[in-house]
């Protein structure tokens, strides 16, 4: 897309980026509706309650007040779109069903890493969208999927399969381009470790240490928006959250978390797997399932795959 001449990236704003890039309508009007949930998500972060909810989520987490107040924001403008069929999110029991006839399926985690607002590091909010009204479905069906990073700047970061966009709120609370067709390079210089490591498998353990063999750096906040997104803006590199002794699964989401950035990945030229196939080809059984995930440059996530394969 050739931009006029004249206007800096700057000046494109969300809503005309998405004019000229989508031309479902309304899918542009749950991306909106979304941004600007954000707003009252970055205001309830500043001033908002950092006690606990006294109620937990179907993983039997305890909830924090944010959590709960985030998911009522998304949820409120969710609905306030018109054309959500159903929403499946994080930090809610079931599947709420808003309108048979809405047009999109919704999974989100309205704020990931909130255990980590009190110490004040990052935390975002990560989106799914799909056709239809059944959340169960494999992330390639995804039509969107989207996040916003609560850091020292908001960015918000999109794809509807055509390319991974990057845009940071202004002081009106807009969103303005920074970047387009984010990209990926095949092999990284930083890694990213979830988990404890005297639970990693020799697979794992080797993986590493070949990175670190290679120079590269070890780069890990504890939110998973802000270590993806490291990953992503950077254009190389690898995050992972592996399967762990006594936890085969490992501990992210698939649904709310690792479908959505999965498909911003590959749309980037990167890959996201399991240790074994992409996590977008699972068929999820459950609202509540979680799964190891290696995600990143092509030809690191590649090497993780092979030596799982090898030594498990
Ligand atoms: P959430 O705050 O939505 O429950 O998710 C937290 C996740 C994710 O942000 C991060 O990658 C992971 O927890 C970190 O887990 P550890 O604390 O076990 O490293
Ligand atoms: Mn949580
Ligand atoms: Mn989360
Ligand atoms: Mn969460």
């Known amino acids: ?13 969300l809503r005309r980026h998405l004019r000229e890039h989508e031309e479902d309508r309304d899918l542009t009007r749950v991306i909106c509706e979304i941004a600007t949930a954000s707003r009252y998500v970055i205001n309830a972060i500043r001033t908002g309650d950092l006690g606990v909810a006294g109620t937990s989520n179907l993983y039997g987490e305890e909830q924090l007040a944010l959590d709960v107040l985030s998911d009522r924001i998304l949820r409120k403008r969710l609905i306030h779109s018109g054309v959500i069929s159903t929403i499946a999110s994080e930090e809610t029991d079931e599947i709420i069903n808003v309108n048979l006839n809405g047009k999109y399926s919704i999974t989100y985690d309205p704020l990931d890493g909130s255990s980590l607002v009190d110490v004040n590091l990052a935390v975002g909010t990560i989106i799914g969208i799909y056709r239809g009204d059944n959340v169960l479905q494999r992330g390639r069906n995804m039509v969107a999927a989207m996040y916003i990073l609560y850091g020292p700047r908001c960015t918000l970061v999109y794809s509807t399969g055509s390319g991974v966009h990057e845009f940071a709120m202004n002081s009106l609370m807009e969103y303005t381009l920074i970047q387009e067709h984010v990209k990926m390079q095949p092999a990284g210089t930083i890694y990213s470790p ?23 750096k070890l780069r890990y906040s504890g939110g998973f928006v802000p270590d993806i997104n490291q990953v992503l803006i950077k254009g190389q590199g690898i995050f992972m959250y592996p399967h762990l002794e006594g936890a085969p699964n490992g501990k992210l989401r698939l649904l709310y978390e690792l479908n959505p950035m999965a ?9 996201a797997s399991n240790g074994r196939e992409r ?26 795959e092979k030596f799982i394969a090898e030594f498990g």
Do not use: H, W
């Open 1 to 13: 897309m050739v931009r006029e001449p004249g206007t800096t990236p700057f000046q494109v704003d």
């Open 263 to 271: 498909f911003i990945m590959e749309q980037a030229g990167g890959a």
């Open 279 to 304: 996590i977008l080809d699972i068929e999820p059984e459950g609202i509540d399932q979680r799964s190891p995930v290696f995600i990143g440059s092509k030809e690191d996530v590649a090497m993780a």
């Open 194 to 216: 979830g988990g404890q490591r005297n639970k990693y498998s020799p697979g794992v353990e080797k993986f590493i240490s070949s990175l670190e063999a290679k120079g590269s």
